[in-house]
């Protein structure tokens, strides 16, 4: 779904928990580029990502369940600095389900 539309954006990996989702994404493209330039929509390149992401998600679910809420407005994102952020972020993602005990929506 991603690649054919953001052939720029790579999953490098994700983790979809009761009531989020992380994503780890990688941009291939120029990196001097700044990642809030606006694009033709007046977008950026991870919130037009984003922003399909969700809508294709939300009509799978309303096939199912319809009138299904289920993305809050907004998102959270964080630019990757280094190789140690990097594999701190990969680890977080890989570790997540086992801590969703943790979770202050936790409900077993």
Known sequence: MLPQRFPEIRLEKYVVMPNHVHLLLMIDRDPRAHRDA????????????????????????????????????????????????????????DTNPIKWHEDCFFQP
């Open 38 to 93: 606006p694009l033709q929509s007046g977008r950026s390149l991870i919130s037009q990502t984003i922003g399909y992401f969700k809508m294709n998600a939300s009509k799978k679910a309303h096939a199912i369940e319809p009138g299904l809420k289920l993305w809050q407005r907004s998102f959270h994102d964080h630019i990757v600095r280094n190789n140690e952020d990097f594999r701190r972020i990969w680890e977080y993602i």
